[in-house]
């Protein structure tokens, strides 16, 4: 048996016609719906139409805009200003601001811990990403009751917002396990 490529056969309905057979004309004319919906349109415009005619000569109700027990006054005169009802206008003008002292209070110096480590291989590593982002790191022991931990960290940085500058920049690079904290 021969192997049929059936994806590159064209379909039934894009084969070529037999210039022999004698082919059916295509029907010529509107539908009936197309009709119908044309013939609606135009009684809608029409009614559309009408309807604008008809309230062309109607005239609007004129009702005053000022209360009938009020009387109107001249063009030239106007009304007089409301009294304030409130005091704050006056207060606001004899009012004096206290100039308080505002003083920055640095915290201290701050460093970024991105890992703790049980074996100095797995410290390293930590290290070395670090290093490929461009930032630089150290690391360093600490000794506790469970045993040496290895700590990757970066800095000191004078002010958080340089800690966080490279927060950002270690976090663009995949490396979300990085803390602030303040250095001790």
Same mark, same amino acid.
């Given at each position: 048996?021969?192997?049929?490529?059936?994806?590159?056969?064209?379909?039934?309905?894009?084969?070529?016609?037999?210039?022999?057979?004698?082919?059916?004309?295509?029907?010529?004319?509107?539908?009936?719906?197309?009709?119908?919906?044309? /013939? /609606?349109?135009?009684?809608?415009?029409?009614?559309?139409?009408?309807?604008?005619?008809?309230?062309?000569?109607?005239?609007?109700?004129?009702?005053?805009?000022?209360?009938?027990?009020?009387?109107?006054?001249?063009?030239?005169?106007?009304?007089?200003?409301?009294?304030?009802?409130?005091?704050?206008?006056?207060?606001?003008?004899?009012?004096?601001?206290?100039?308080?002292?505002?003083?920055?209070?640095?915290?201290?110096?701050?460093?970024?811990?991105?890992?703790?480590?049980?074996?100095?291989?797995?410290?390293?590593?930590?290290?070395?990403?670090?290093?490929?982002?461009?930032?630089?790191?150290?690391?360093?022991?600490?000794?506790?009751?469970?045993?040496?931990?290895?700590?990757?960290?970066?800095?000191?940085?004078?002010?958080?917002?340089?800690?966080?500058?490279?927060?950002?920049?270690?976090?663009?690079?995949?490396?979300?396990?990085?803390?602030?904290?303040?250095?001790?």
């Amino acid at each position: 048996m021969t192997h049929q490529d059936y994806v590159s056969r064209a379909s039934a309905s894009k084969k070529k016609r037999n210039p022999y057979k004698k082919q059916a004309p295509a029907p010529s004319g509107l539908s009936i719906k197309v009709k119908l919906i044309s /013939l /609606l349109m135009i009684i809608a415009i029409a009614g559309f139409g009408y309807l604008l005619w008809s309230i062309k000569d109607i005239e609007p109700e004129n009702t005053p805009t000022t209360p009938a027990s009020t009387p109107i006054k001249k063009a030239s005169e106007l009304p007089k200003p409301p009294e304030e009802k409130w005091q704050y206008m006056e207060e606001l003008k004899s009012k004096e601001v206290d100039e308080g002292e505002y003083q920055v209070q640095e915290k201290g110096p701050y460093k970024m811990q991105c890992g703790s480590f049980r074996t100095q291989k797995q410290a390293e590593v930590m290290k070395a990403t670090i290093a490929f982002t461009g930032l630089s790191s150290q690391i360093s022991s600490a000794n506790g009751s469970s045993g040496t931990w290895y700590k990757v960290y970066l800095g000191p940085y004078e002010r958080k917002r340089a800690a966080e500058k490279d927060k950002h920049k270690l976090k663009s690079n995949g490396i979300t396990t990085c803390q602030i904290w303040l250095w001790n």
